[in-house]
C-alpha cells in the first residue's frame, strides 16, 4: 500500500478521473440511456411511453428502491435481441472505458428478459460477445455476474441458474437483486448453496434499504465473498467488526443512495466513516443511465461532499481491484498500474 502525497483540491478531480480502478457494480440495464432506448424501441417496432428522451429523463426521479425498480423495468421492455444486449454492453464499457476503467464486473438478470419472452441465450450471448470485443477494442477486461431477482421465488431462481448453465464459461458469478425489504437472503440459501457447489463467485445485495440482519444472512446463510450496498451496516458495532476481520468487501453507489433517498444528501453518506474504520469499501455507479453519473462522477461528487483525499482515493482504487474476481497475475498487473500512476501524478 502506497502512501500518498497530498494533492491539491484543484487537482484532485483530476487524479480521481485519471486513476485506473475497476467497477464491481453496474446493472447493465442501468446503464441504458434514454437515446439508445429509444432508438432500440423503434428498431424493434415497439411504442415508448414517453414522447421523447428529456420527457423521460423527467421522469426519474425516485423516493425509493421500489419506485425505481418498477421504471427501470419498464426500460427494459425494448430490449429483444442479441444485438440490443450487445450494444447496451458495449455503449457501457466504452463510457466506463473513457473514466479510466480498466475492469468491469457486470450485473445483469435474464429473469426480466425470459418475462418478456427473450431468451437466457440472447441475452448472456449479446453481452459476452461485446465484452469480449470491449478487451480489444478499449482495452477493458469484463465479466459478467448473474443476478437472481429475489422479488421472485427460491424456485424461480433456480430455473434461472439451470438454464444459465449451457453458459456457464461466460459467467463468473451470481449475484441477487431486485426489491430488498421483505426478501432476506435466506431465502435463497438453497440456490446459493447449489451456485456454490458449481463454483461460482457469489455476492449479493444487503443492507441498501434492508437492516444489517440481511448482510448477516448474506455472510452466513449464502456465503458470499462481497456486500453490494452494506451501507447500513454500520448501525451494527458487531457486523462492522465482522466486515473487518474477514475483509468482506462493500460495492458502495453514493449517487445511487442519494437518488434513492437512503442518505439525505452526499454530504451525510457514510463512506467516509467506512474508510476510516478499515471497511474494504469501493465506489461504483450502480444504475449511472438512471442516476445522474458515472462512476467518475460518484467519485468526484462524493469526493467534494466528503472532502475526501488522495490518500482515500488511492485506497479505493486499490479496494477496487484487491475485491476484484480478476484471475491469475493480472490483478498484480492493475495495481502496479495504479502504484505507476499515484507515483507520477503531480
Ligand atoms: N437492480 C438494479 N439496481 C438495483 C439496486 N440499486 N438495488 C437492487 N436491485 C437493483
Ligand atoms: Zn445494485
Known amino acids: 500500500?502506497?502512501?500518498?502525497?497530498?494533492?491539491?483540491?484543484?487537482?484532485?478531480?483530476?487524479?480521481?478521473?485519471?486513476?485506473p480502478k475497476a467497477e464491481l457494480h453496474i446493472h447493465i440495464e442501468g446503464s441504458l440511456e434514454p437515446e439508445l432506448m429509444f432508438a432500440m424501441a423503434q428498431r424493434n417496432g415497439l411504442a415508448m411511453p414517453y414522447p421523447d428522451v428529456e420527457s423521460l429523463r423527467r421522469a426519474y426521479v425516485f423516493d425509493n428502491l421500489q419506485d425505481f425498480?418498477?421504471?427501470?423495468?419498464?426500460?427494459?421492455?425494448?430490449l429483444r435481441t442479441e444485438q440490443d444486449f450487445y450494444d447496451m454492453t458495449h455503449a457501457y464499457l466504452a463510457r466506463a472505458a473513457a473514466d479510466n476503467v480498466v475492469h468491469a464486473e457486470i450485473f445483469f438478470d435474464t429473469q426480466t428478459h425470459t418475462g418478456h419472452g427473450v431468451s437466457t441465450?440472447?441475452?448472456?450471448?449479446?453481452?459476452?460477445?461485446a465484452c469480449a470485443d470491449a478487451q480489444a477494442e478499449f482495452g477493458i477486461s469484463a465479466s459478467l455476474i448473474l443476478c437472481f431477482l429475489r422479488h421472485l421465488s427460491e424456485e424461480a431462481a433456480f430455473e434461472c441458474l439451470e438454464q444459465a448453465l449451457p453458459l456457464?464459461?461466460?459467467?463468473?458469478?451470481i449475484g441477487l437483486a431486485s426489491s430488498e425489504l421483505g426478501h432476506p437472503p435466506e431465502k435463497f440459501a438453497r440456490v446459493f448453496a447449489r451456485a456454490r457447489e458449481l463454483g461460482f463467485r457469489l455476492v449479493a445485495h444487503a443492507g441498501e434499504e434492508g437492516p444489517?440482519?440481511?448482510?448477516?444472512?448474506?455472510?452466513?446463510?449464502?456465503?458470499?465473498?462481497?456486500?453490494?450496498?452494506?451501507?447500513?451496516?454500520?448501525?451494527?458495532?458487531?457486523?462492522?467488526a465482522r466486515l473487518l476481520k474477514d475483509r468482506i468487501p462493500l460495492t458502495v453507489c453514493p449517487l445511487s443512495n442519494l437518488k434513492?433517498?437512503?442518505?439525505?444528501?452526499?454530504?451525510?453518506?457514510?463512506?467516509?466513516?467506512?474508510?476510516?474504520?478499515?471497511i474494504v469499501a469501493t465506489i461504483n455507479s450502480d444504475d449511472p443511465a438512471y442516476f445522474g453519473g458515472y462512476i467518475n462522477q460518484?467519485?468526484?461528487?462524493?469526493?467534494?461532499?466528503?472532502g475526501m483525499t488522495a490518500q482515500q482515493a488511492y485506497q479505493l482504487a486499490h479496494n477496487s481491484f484487491g475485491a476484484s474476481f480478476?484471475?491469475?497475475?493480472?490483478?498484480?498487473?492493475?495495481?502496479?498500474?495504479?502504484?505507476?500512476?499515484?507515483?507520477?501524478?503531480?
Request: no cysteine.
Open 1 to 19: 500500500m502506497l502512501i500518498v502525497k497530498p494533492v491539491p483540491a484543484d487537482r484532485l478531480p483530476d487524479l480521481l478521473r485519471l486513476m
Open 212 to 240: 444489517p440482519a440481511y448482510i448477516w444472512s448474506a455472510l452466513d446463510v449464502l456465503k458470499v465473498e462481497r456486500i453490494d450496498h452494506g451501507v447500513q451496516a454500520i448501525n451494527d458495532p458487531a457486523l462492522m
Open 121 to 129: 441465450d440472447t441475452v448472456i450471448k449479446g453481452l459476452h460477445r
Open 298 to 306: 460518484n467519485f468526484t461528487q462524493t469526493f467534494d461532499a466528503l
Open 260 to 278: 434513492l433517498r437512503v442518505f439525505p444528501t452526499l454530504a451525510m453518506h457514510n463512506l467516509g466513516r467506512m474508510l476510516d474504520a478499515g
Open 168 to 173: 456457464r464459461e461466460k459467467l463468473v458469478g
Open 69 to 78: 425498480l418498477d421504471i427501470y423495468h419498464a426500460g427494459t421492455l425494448v
Open 326 to 346: 480478476i484471475g491469475g497475475s493480472l490483478k498484480h498487473q492493475y495495481i502496479d498500474r495504479l502504484n505507476a500512476m499515484f507515483e507520477t501524478f503531480s
